[in-house]
């Protein structure tokens, strides 16, 4: 295995960690309008991930890094014919950040209420517009002789991206829930894992399905083998499958980890799928963007590798302390900054 094939497996695990991590805080987004009761249990919801949405971003600041260094001319077709729906997403994740803050600024009902709801709608739009992306790099759109986009941002939308959105809307919402389960107390727990259960089946049936279409456009737009992208996909139906029991069985931390790893299997299945191209041209199949005609040169790559292999473990075990110290369940009591909670 060369070091293009090396880093192309790289950034679909930066990929895979953006959303197993921003996966279940963008599931806690989504849930807040419908979960809490109170402006005290909304407050526990902000706390749950107030001091880790921003950390679990580095991963996707990371996946664009790496793929500007070790694939430039893919990064470069990617940001500028995807510039439309990524500046959307950036809209929406900045939205996001500043509903953190602002939300504390005042006391009122009507301004509280906003920015719950400016904190759910970038959740729910990020993560459907994310999986959107990804599932039109094995789908294919408009490329000319010089790898360049020319189509249009309605391109990018079809029934199986549209379909692979919504899916990641499902998994990330039941992602949140099966997360609210082990870092809440009480009732709020207890509607927390209702919640989950309610969840755990359109969760099942569209990611399962997103899934298994997967396969269908990796052979049918990639002439990709069925094999090699079924195995991910059966994997990542499997894996709901477990969530689904684990959590009607009342087993938390098992279903957290079983939809964690959902979220991975769809950007497994996706890569899988996508191999040996990193972008794939349709309707013209020849001007295709591959791993080979899209890297940078050997020497750079040597320098990302050796940087990477130094940094990454760094990060890892930076993030892994993180979670280790926040690790303890959220009760009720006020605390400056999040609204009304503090960690027991």
């Not at 870092?183 to 209702?194: P, Y």
């Not at 990796?218 to 996909?233: D, E, G, K, S, Y």
């Not at 139906?237 to 938390?252: E, I, Q, S, Y």
């Amino acid at each position: 295995m060369g070091l293009e094939q090396v880093w192309f497996v790289l950034i679909a695990v930066l990929w895979s960690g953006y959303f197993l991590l921003e996966g279940f805080d963008f599931g806690v987004g989504m849930l807040l309008p419908v979960l809490p009761r109170d402006e005290r249990e909304r407050g526990i919801l902000f706390a749950s991930i107030g001091p880790v949405w921003d950390g679990n971003e580095v991963w996707l600041v990371v996946a664009a890094g790496a793929t500007f260094a070790a694939f430039p001319a893919w990064y470069a077709t990617l940001f500028s014919g995807f510039y439309v729906a990524l500046l959307l997403i950036l809209v929406l994740l900045i939205v996001r950040l500043v509903s953190f803050e602002w939300r504390e600024r005042q006391t009122g009902e009507r301004w509280r209420t906003t920015w719950l709801w400016a904190n759910t709608i970038g959740s729910v739009g990020a993560s459907f517009l994310w999986a959107v992306a990804l599932a039109n790099l094995v789908e294919g759109v408009p490329l000319n002789s010089s790898h360049v986009f020319t189509g249009s941002v309605l391109d990018l939308f079809s029934p199986y991206t549209v379909v692979a959105g919504l899916s990641m809307v499902a998994v990330f919402a039941l992602h949140g829930a099966t997360y609210l389960t082990l870092r809440t107390t009480g009732d709020l727990c207890r509607r927390a894992a209702q919640t989950a259960q309610r969840l755990t089946l359109p969760a099942l049936v569209l990611g399962a399905g997103a899934a298994a279409w997967t396969v269908v456009v990796a052979h049918q737009n990639n002439q990709r083998a069925v094999l090699a992208t079924a195995i991910p996909a059966v994997l990542t139906a499997a894996v709901l499958v477990a969530a689904l029991t684990f959590t009607r069985a009342g087993r938390p931390g098992r279903a957290f980890a079983a939809t964690g790893l959902a979220a991975i299997g769809f950007v497994a299945t996706v890569f899988t799928g996508l191999y040996p191209r990193v972008l794939v041209s349709s309707p013209d199949f020849a001007n295709s963007l591959t791993i080979e005609n899209a890297v940078t040169g050997h020497y750079a790559l040597q320098v990302i590798t050796v940087t990477a292999a130094i940094l990454t473990p760094l990060i890892l075990l930076y993030q892994g302390w993180t979670y280790y110290v926040l690790r303890a369940r959220i009760s009720g009591e006020p605390v400056a900054g999040y609204g009304s909670a503090t960690e027991d």
